[in-house]
């Protein structure tokens, strides 16, 4: 495996390329990757480079699968695997990981709610949040989880860089408002709107 001191000799494409290959044999063949030490034995040894090209890969491949096998692969291990990881076995999570690991929640379908509520626990910085807004604006979870979304999009919003008051936020909101007003996390959303500039109506 990779020395994680030895790293700076590979070219930042061929780190993501052994992320991306991981996360293949994570999600396609091993069965139960938990359960039978592949990732206890590797991650450890991992740069952050290369885990955060796993988690990217992994939620490459959760986004091209159906709600079914979203849902099985959550029950079999997924769910375990951010478990341990919150609590830092066998290695501390990275902002790099969950960074990609938030963005896992837009394609978990049905374990949405379960998802939202580990990543809200996870360290977020320098999310895109625009391009989750965006995202959940399209989302099945928008009608079928609107707390959890909203959950989701004051993570995403806190973790911004640059914090903008973008449209989708705004359409977001009215959205929102209309299924779960009067909530404490609908008024935290409303903050965060007030810090970027937004007027109530």
């Known amino acids: 495996m990779l020395d994680p001191a030895k ?20 999600m396609r063949v091993i069965p139960d990757p938990v ?37 099985k692969v959550w029950d079999a ?17 990275s902002v790099s990981e969950t960074k990609h690991m938030l963005e896992w929640c837009l394609h978990l379908g049905p374990a949405f709610p379960e998802a939202v509520d580990r ?7 320098a999310v895109f949040a625009f391009s989750v807004m965006k995202d959940l604006l399209e989302n099945p979870a928008l009608e079928r989880f609107s707390l959890h979304v909203c959950r989701l999009v ?9 914090p903008h ?10 959205k929102l408002k209309k299924t779960i007003s009067g909530t404490p996390e609908l008024n935290t959303f409303e903050e965060l709107l007030y810090l970027r500039g937004w007027q109530k109506k």
Do not use: C
């Open 154 to 162: 004051i993570v995403a919003l806190q973790a911004e860089d640059y």
């Open 165 to 174: 008051l973008h449209d989708e936020a705004l359409t977001l909101h009215k």
């Open 77 to 93: 291990w997924l769910k375990r695997y951010l478990d341990l990881r919150l609590v830092g076995v066998p290695v501390a999570l």
């Open 35 to 71: 359960e039978s030490g592949f990732f206890r034995d590797f991650l450890p040894l991992l740069p952050d480079e290369v885990r955060a090209a796993l988690a990217q890969g992994m939620d490459n491949h959760l986004e091209r699968i159906d709600d079914a096998a979203r849902q």
């Open 119 to 125: 990543v809200s626990k996870m360290p977020q910085k």
């Open 7 to 26: 790293s700076d000799q590979f070219d930042a494409h061929a780190l993501q390329s052994l992320g991306h290959n991981l996360a293949g044999l994570a």
